[in-house]
C-alpha cells in the first residue's frame, strides 16, 4: 500500500503542476474612440527622391447639430509595444527619429468642417534627392478647436498615419525571436493549454531600415498526425517598425460574425473555437519578406504546444493511478507464486 500511495500523490503532483503552468496572466487595455470624427487612419506611398506627391485627406464630420474645428500637426511616432498601437511623440520639444517623415510631409493648419459634411484638405510630400532609401513614417494629429466648447478634447481627434518607402537599395533584417501558440487577451506566449488556443503567433524583431509587412504560412500538426494550414499568416497586413520587436497573430480556424459600424451592418472576422483534440501539436513557420526591388528573404520557424483540457488530465491520471495499480497487484502475486510456496526453515535446537 506504500507503493499505490506514492503514485497516488506522484499523479497528482503532475496535476497541480500542469495546473500552475498553464493558469494564465492578467492584463488589462483601454481603447479610445472619435465620436465626432471621422478620418482615413492609414496613408502609404512610393516615393522617388527629388520627385513630390500631392494627395488629399477626406475628413468628416459626423456630428449632425455643430460645425467642427480641427487643427492639424504633423508628429512623429514610434510603438509603444509589441503589439499595433503607436506611440504618438506630441511634445514640442520631441526629438526628431532617424525615419521621421515632418521634414519632408505639408498638410493644412485648421480647418473647418459642416455638420455631416466632408471636406478634403490637400497632403504634400517631397523628399530631398538625396535622400536615402528606407521608409520612414510620421502621424498627421487632429484635434478640435472649437471657442465654444462643442466638439472639444479627445470626443473629437484622430490620427492618420503616412508612411513612405523611398527607392533605392536598403537594408532589410528581420529575426525571429518567438513563435507558438498565443493568448491574445494576455498577450502571451503558452505551451500548455488547458482551453483549447484560437491564436498561433509569432515575434520578429525589425532591425533593418525599412518597414516590413511578412506574409507566409504556419503548419500546425497534432501528434497522430492530423494536420492543419494557416495561409494567411498576417491578415491585417501589419508592419514591423524599424527597431521594433512585433507579434503577429493567426487565428487557428476563422468565423465570420456581423457587427454594427456606423449603425451599418458589416462582416467582421473572429478567432472560433479549433476544435482542436488533446495531446501535442507541432509547429512549422515559413515566412517571406522583402520590398520593391529587393531581393525577397524567407524566414523558417519550428514550435510546439501542449493541449491538456482538465476533463484530459483527470482521466489520464485516474487511467495512471488505475494502471499502477494493477501493475503492482500482478507483480505481488507473481512474487507470492514464485517465493510464497516455499518452506520455512526451522531454527536449530541447541
Known sequence: MKRLTSII??????VVLGAAYAMPALSAHAVS???ALSITPKKSYNVTPGRGISDNLTIRNIDSERPLELNLRVVDFTY?????TPKLMLDEDAPQTTWSLKPFLSVPQSVVIQPNQSKTVELNLSVPANQGAGSYYSAIVYSSGASDGGNVGLSASGVTLVFASVAGDVNEDLQLKQFGAYNSETRKYKFINTTPPKNVAYTLKNNGNVTEAPVGAITIKHMFGKEQRIDN????????LI???RTFSACIKLATAQVDFNGNRTEAKTCDNPGLWPGYYSLSLDLFY???GNRTQEIT???????????FIFVFSIAVIVIAY???KTYRTIQAKLYGGKPKRKSRRR
Do not use: H, K, R
Not at 499568416?233 to 514591423?240: E, F, T
Not at 520557424?301 to 476533463?311: K, T
Open 9 to 14: 500523490f506522484a499523479a497528482l503532483a503532475v
Open 326 to 328: 494493477y501493475i503492482t
Open 233 to 240: 499568416v498576417n491578415p491585417n497586413q501589419s508592419l514591423a
Open 290 to 292: 522583402g520590398q520593391n
Open 80 to 84: 509603444t509595444d509589441d503589439g499595433g
Open 301 to 311: 520557424g519550428a514550435g510546439g504546444f501542449w493541449y491538456l483540457p482538465w476533463w
Open 243 to 245: 527597431g521594433q520587436e
Open 33 to 35: 474612440s472619435s465620436a
